[in-house]
C-alpha cells in the first residue's frame, strides 16, 4: 500500500467521522429530524470494504448509511443537505438519513426496513449477472437482520442462482438494545451462511487492512467463482443505536474497551509506527476534513427546502 | 376475430414481450419447468430458457425483493405469486420497496417490476386461499394495480404493465381464467387507468372490475329482460383509479350499485361510493348501494362458500333498491 492511498483511507475514516459528529450536534439543534444512526466506531468496514470494490461494482445497505454514501463518493455537501431535508439533498429532501442513494455512484441506498434491502441487492445481482457483466453487489447489514426472514430467503436464492452477491454483515454486537447471543440461537453470523452453501469468513473489523484484504478476496472469488460470498464484520458502534438511545443494555467499560480499538487509532497508529506519515500531515489531513464538513454545512444551510409542488412529483415514473 | 381465453391472452401477452424485448424474464414458483400452476406459462420453459423462466424456491419475500431489485438495475422482471394470498408474504417488499423506492431517493431510479396474482374466491379452497385482497394493494401509491376481467383487457393491460416504468400489481381472478372473448391477432395495448364502459344503459350505473365485472354483465343482461336499462363501467384499474366513465355514466342515471368480489367494509365500494358523493352530489337521485362479500372468511363447503360471495340475484336486488 501506498503512502498516498494510506492517507486517502486515513482520510475518508476522518471524513465519515467527522460528518457524523456534525450531524449529532446538529440533531441536537433540532436542524436534523427523525431518525439518525452513527456509525462511529465502524468506519473500518465501509472504508476498508468499498475501497476493495470495482467502479461498476453495487453498494447497498440498511439504515445506517452515511459511511457507505460518502465512500461511494457523494460529494457530503449533497448529503448534509439531505440531512437538512433541502432540496439540494441527494435525494431531494424525501429520504433523510436512513435513506441515502446515488444511483450514478451505483449506491443503490440505505433503507429502513431491517432486512428489506438485501432482496434488492439480490436482484441487482441478479441484473448483473443476466447481463452479463462481471459487477458485484456489496450488500451490507446489520447483525440484526439475520434473524429476519429476508435474510434466509435471499442468501438461499443467492446461493440456488449463483449470484454475485458479497453479503458483509456488520456485527457490532447488538441489535438496538438487544445482543447478539439473546437475538440469535447460532453465536456467529456465518454459521448462517454455511447454510446457504457459503463458507464465510469473520473479520476483525476494526482494521481496516483486515476489511480490505478480506473483501478483497472475497470479491475475486465472486468473479472467479460465480458464486455468492459471505463476510462477518466484527465491528462496534461507540454511539447509541440512534440518538436518545438510552443505553441501557451495556456497560461503559465495555464501550470503552471496543474504543482502545478505534478503528481510526489503528490506522493512525500504523501511519506513525511504519512512518508512512507524520502526526503533522494528518493533523493537516483533519483540518481539511473540518473545513470541508463545514462547506458542506454552509451549502446545506443555504440551500431551499424543496417547493411544495416537490410534494407530488417521483410517486410515479412518467409522473402520472 | 378470433375468442380466446383470459388464460390464453395472457400467455400471449407474456410470449409477445418477452420475444420483443429481451430484459423481460418471468421469476416463480412453479413458472418453468411445471409450466405455471394455472398453465400460464405452460411451453415458456423449452421456448426461453432457464435464464428467463426462473424457477424460484417457496420464498415470497425474495421473490418480491428481488424482482424490485432487477427491476432497478434494469430489467423488466414478471414476478408471479401462485396466488394473491401468497403475496401477503411479500406486502412488505411491493408496497415498502418496490412502490417507495423511487420517491424515496428523490427520483433517482424507477422499478419496473410487474407482479401477476391469480386470486379471489369460489373454489372452494377455503380461508387461506380464496382472498381478493386487492383493495389492501391499492391503498399505496407509487403502485398501479390492474385487474381485468376481459381477454381483450388482460392481454392490453398486460402488455402495457410490462412496458411500464412503474411497479404494477396485475390481479387475475382464477375463476376467469376460462372465459372467452374477441381478441385481435395484431398488436394493441389497453391503457392502465382508463376505466371502460362495457354496457351502455340508461336506468342505473352499475361498477365494477375482474369477476365482479362478468357479475355486473350477466346482471344486466336479466334486468334488460326485465325492461331495465343497466350501465355497466369496468374500473380495470384500481390505481391509478379513472372515475371519469363513472361521473359520466352517474351523470346520465342518477343511479348506481358498485359490485365487488372483496369485502364492503373499507372496500372499492367505499371508495367509489365517496367519490360518487364528493364529485357527483348534484346527480344523486337514490342511495348508491354496494354488493359485496360477506363478513366471513370464506368455507370450503361449496353451497355455504358460493352464498358469501356475490352473485347475479344480489346484484339485482341492489339494482331494484336505488330504481
Ligand atoms: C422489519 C423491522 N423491524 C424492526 C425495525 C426497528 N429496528 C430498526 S433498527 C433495529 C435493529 C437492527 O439491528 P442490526 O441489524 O444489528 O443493525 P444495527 O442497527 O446494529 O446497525 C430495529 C429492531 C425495523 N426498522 N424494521
Ligand atoms: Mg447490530
Known amino acids: 500500500m501506498d503512502k498516498e492511498t494510506l492517507l486517502h483511507w486515513y482520510r475518508q475514516m476522518v471524513l465519515i467521522r467527522t460528518f457524523e459528529q456534525k450531524c449529532s450536534e446538529l440533531y441536537q439543534q433540532g436542524k436534523i429530524g427523525g431518525f439518525l444512526h452513527l456509525y462511529i466506531g465502524q468506519e473500518a468496514v465501509a472504508v476498508g470494504s468499498i475501497n476493495a470494490r470495482q467502479e461498476n461494482d453495487h453498494l447497498i445497505t440498511a439504515y445506517r448509511d452515511h459511511a457507505h454514501a460518502i465512500m461511494a463518493g457523494t460529494d457530503v455537501k449533497y448529503l448534509m443537505a439531505e440531512m437538512l431535508g433541502k432540496a439540494t439533498g441527494i435525494s431531494k429532501g424525501k429520504g433523510g438519513s436512513m ?200 451549502f446545506a444551510e443555504e440551500s431551499p427546502f424543496p417547493a411544495l409542488e416537490s410534494l407530488f412529483e417521483d410517486v410515479y415514473a412518467n409522473d402520472l | 376475430m378470433p375468442k380466446i381465453t383470459m388464460r390464453q391472452a395472457i400467455t400471449d401477452a407474456l410470449r409477445e414481450e418477452m420475444l420483443r424485448d429481451d430484459n423481460v424474464f418471468i421469476m416463480g414458483q412453479e413458472v418453468g419447468v411445471w409450466g405455471g400452476t394455472y398453465a400460464v406459462t405452460r411451453g415458456f420453459y423449452d421456448e426461453f430458457g432457464a435464464k428467463r423462466v426462473r424457477d424460484t424456491p417457496i420464498s415470497e419475500m425474495v421473490i418480491g425483493g428481488a424482482a424490485a431489485g432487477a427491476a432497478m438495475n434494469g430489467l ?35 422499478c419496473p417490476v410487474v407482479y401477476r396474482a391469480p386470486g379471489g374466491g369460489g373454489r372452494q379452497l377455503g380461508a387461506t386461499h380464496s382472498h381478493t385482497p386487492d383493495v389492501i394493494f391499492a391503498h399505496f401509491p407509487g403502485l398501479k394495480v390492474v385487474s381485468p376481467a376481459t381477454a381483450y383487457d388482460a392481454k392490453g393491460l398486460l402488455k402495457s404493465a410490462i412496458r411500464d416504468d412503474n411497479p404494477v400489481l396485475f390481479i387475475e381472478h382464477h375463476t376467469l381464467y376460462q372465459i372467452r372473448d374477441e381478441v385481435p391477432t395484431e398488436e394493441y395495448l389497453v391503457p392502465i387507468g382508463k376505466s371502460d364502459v362495457k354496457r351502455e344503459g340508461t336506468d342505473v350505473t352499475i361498477v365494477g372490475y375482474a369477476q365482479g365485472l362478468q357479475v355486473a354483465l350477466d346482471a344486466a343482461a336479466k334486468l334488460a329482460e326485465e325492461g331495465i336499462s343497466a350501465e355497466v363501467v369496468d374500473l380495470r384499474s384500481l390505481r391509478p383509479l379513472d372515475m371519469g366513465p363513472v361521473l359520466k355514466s352517474f351523470q346520465k342515471t342518477f343511479r348506481a350499485v358498485v359490485v365487488e368480489e372483496g369485502y364492503r367494509t373499507f372496500g372499492i365500494g367505499a371508495e367509489i361510493v365517496a367519490r360518487l358523493h364528493e364529485e357527483g352530489f348534484d346527480y344523486q337521485d337514490a342511495p348508491i348501494k354496494r354488493v359485496a362479500q360477506y363478513e366471513v372468511p370464506l368455507p370450503y363447503s361449496r353451497e355455504l362458500e358460493q352464498s358469501a360471495l356475490i352473485n347475479v340475484d344480489r346484484v339485482i336486488k341492489a339494482v331494484k333498491e336505488v330504481l
Not at chain 1, 438487544?178 to 446457504?196: I, Q
Not at chain 2, 420497496?97 to 427520483?107: D, S
Request: glycine fraction near 10%; include cysteine.
Open chain 1, 99 to 298: 435513506h441515502l442513494a446515488d444511483v450514478s455512484k451505483n449506491y443503490w441506498g440505505g433503507y429502513g426496513i431491517v432486512g428489506g434491502h438485501v432482496p434488492l441487492g439480490v436482484g441487482i445481482a441478479l441484473a448483473e449477472q443476466y447481463k452479463g457483466t462481471d459487477s458485484a453487489v456489496l450488500c451490507y447489514m446489520g447483525d440484526g437482520s439475520t434473524n429476519i426472514g429476508y435474510f434466509h430467503e435471499a442468501l438461499n436464492l443467492a446461493g440456488v442462482w449463483d449470484l454475485p452477491v458479497l453479503f458483509i454483515v456488520e456485527n457490532n454486537q447488538y441489535g438496538m438494545g438487544t445482543a447478539v447471543e439473546r437475538a440469535s440461537a447460532v453465536k456467529t453470523m456465518v454459521e448462517k451462511a454455511a447454510a446457504y452453501g457459503m463458507k464465510g469468513k469473520q473479520v476483525d473489523a476494526m482494521n481496516v487492512f483486515e476489511v480490505h484484504n478480506a473483501t478483497q478476496k472475497a470479491l475475486q472469488a465472486i468473479r472467479k467463482g460465480k458464486a455468492p460470498q459471505f463476510l462477518e464484520m466484527i465491528t462496534y458502534r461507540f454511539e447509541g443505536h440512534s440518538m436518545g438511545d438510552p443505553l441501557r443494555y451495556r456497560s461503559k467499560e465495555e464501550v470503552h474497551k471496543w474504543q482502545e480499538n478505534d478503528p481510526i487509532g489503528i490506522l493512525e497508529k500504523h501511519l506513525l509506527d511504519e512512518k508512512e506519515a507524520t502526526q503533522e500531515e494528518m493533523d493537516q489531513i483533519d483540518e481539511e476534513v473540518k473545513q470541508e464538513i463545514e462547506a458542506a454545512v454552509q
Open chain 2, 76 to 110: 423488466r422482471p414478471v414476478a408471479e405469486f401462485m396466488t394473491i394470498n401468497f403475496a401477503f408474504l411479500a406486502l412488505d417488499a411491493i408496497v415498502n420497496h418496490a412502490a417507495k423506492v423511487r420517491y424515496m431517493f428523490g427520483g433517482q431510479m424507477k
